[in-house]
């Protein structure tokens, strides 16, 4: 494994808590949520509901899009190479709303994207500059106590043909809470790393000889609780982008 990066730092106050699929903020932010059956009735998404079976369809909400149809969506992905997909909405699809303040929706899959990877969904109208972004993580990687209350989240910072490195964000715990970090990648293993309070941790899973695999991260906590996160890398990172 090329080493574990330890990049630390105690995050700040206004950091503290905010998960990585988070909205970005812009004139008129947008949100996203999972696709239910009575929000699929509400917002008329019903026959996407049976789209990709066994994949999470997440609902994206645009507030006051600006301009008029047809709306352009534009995809960017960090999957390499990096790329950007223009794709021209079916207007009909996903029409401006008839009521004022009613939010601009359309429904995505999970499937194809890979896990922790960030992805930004921006919306623009032909006839104006004005765009509306929203990032969220399709196939989030996140790990919660027993109470519900996240605890870590993974997001992919990168990967290539050489290498594959994540974020860590550890949130779930005290200031002055001290824990473990284990983790084991194939045939290696590095031992507990003894740290204090909330982190942000780069993290490269690679085994050297190896094109790819699952790596086990473990957070042990003082009050015993194990919880385990599998990171997958390289070849096996890869077939997500088919699946």
Known sequence: MKSLHLLLFFLSCAFLGLPFATVAQTKTPGHFTQLTPELAKIYGKEADLAMDPGHTKWLILFNEVAGEPPYTLQVTRIKPPKSILDKKLDTESISKPKQAKVPLAF????????????????????????FRD??????????????????????????????????????????????????????????????????????????????GGICNLEIHLRDQSVHRMELPWGTELQRYAKD
């Not at 995505?108 to 922790?116: D, E, N, V």
């Open 134 to 211: 929203v990032k969220l993580c399709p196939r989030p990687l996140v790990l919660t106590k027993e109470n519900g209350e996240i605890l870590a989240e993974a997001k992919l910072d990168f990967t290539n043909a050489e290498m594959t490195n994540y974020q860590i964000h550890i949130s779930g715990v005290g200031k002055t809470e001290r824990y473990a970090i284990r983790s084991r990648s194939g045939p290696e293993r590095i031992p507990a790393q003894f740290v204090t309070g909330p982190q942000m941790i780069g993290f490269s899973p690679d085994v050297v000889g190896m094109k």
């Open 107 to 130: 429904v995505i899959s999970a499937r194809g994207f890979l896990p922790g990877e960030e992805v930004t969904f921006r919306i623009s109208s032909n006839n104006t500059k004005i």
